[in-house]
Structure formats: C-alpha cells, structure tokens
C-alpha cells in the first residue's frame, strides 16, 4: 500500500505561482513513476506531468510545458510540482498519483491516489 498527501494548493491570480507537494508513505518503492494529474469541474481527469524514479526523467503535458516543473526529493520521499504562469484554464482539482508503468501518462495505469488539492486562478 501507498499512502500519498497532497499540499500546497490554493487561489491565486492570473500569472502567478504555486508550488503543490506530495508526500508518500508506505511501499513506495514498488512504483516506478510518479505524476500530477488535475481535473476541472464536468472534465475528465487529465495527465500534467510525471517523474521517474530510476532516473528522475521528466515529462509534461504539452499545456503546461515551459510553465511548470516536477522533481522529487527521495531522502523526504516527496514530489513537487511547481507552477508557474498561471492560467485561469488551469484551475482544477489537483492530485498525486504512484503510477505501475514508467512510460504511462494515463490515469489508469495510476493505482495510488491521493486526496486531491484545489487550484484556482482568478483572472
């Protein structure tokens, strides 16, 4: 079992930053990959970036490239996703995730979830 708990969200205004951390406790090393996905209300949950843990590789999705940034610390076993430039189109429900496979982006292949932070971004 994986135990993940979000922090970090809140509301802030167009242009701005916020900088969302993930803690996980339990067999964590059982998982290779770790992402961010978000989800606005009536959309579906989608993928916003993810890290590997043999190598730290990084990817993101296509909407927020160049905006945000995800990295993890291992000795605190936790992950970051730092946000920056924020957009209104970006505010959602924010969740961490302990994925099976390193190369999958997609919700489904994610069987550790966390509780969800909220992100608003007012313009």
């Known amino acids: 079992q994986v135990q993940l708990v979000e922090s970090g969200g809140g509301l802030v205004q167009a242009g701005g930053s916020l900088s969302l951390s993930c803690a996980a406790s339990?067999?964590?090393?059982?998982?290779?990959?770790m992402g961010w996905f978000r989800q606005a209300p009536g959309k579906e949950r989608e993928f916003v970036a993810a890290i590997r843990r043999s190598d730290s590789s990084t990817y993101l999705a296509n909407s927020v490239k160049g905006r945000f940034a995800i990295s993890r610390d291992n000795a605190k076993n936790t992950v970051y996703l730092q946000m920056n430039s924020l957009k209104p189109e970006d505010t959602a429900v924010y969740y961490c995730?302990?994925?099976?496979?390193?190369?999958?982006?997609?919700?489904?292949?994610?069987?550790?979830w966390g509780q969800g932070t909220q992100v608003t971004v007012s313009s």
């Open positions: 995730a302990a994925g099976r496979y390193s190369g999958s982006y997609s919700a489904r292949d994610y069987n550790y």
């Open positions: 339990g067999r964590t090393f059982t998982n290779p990959v």
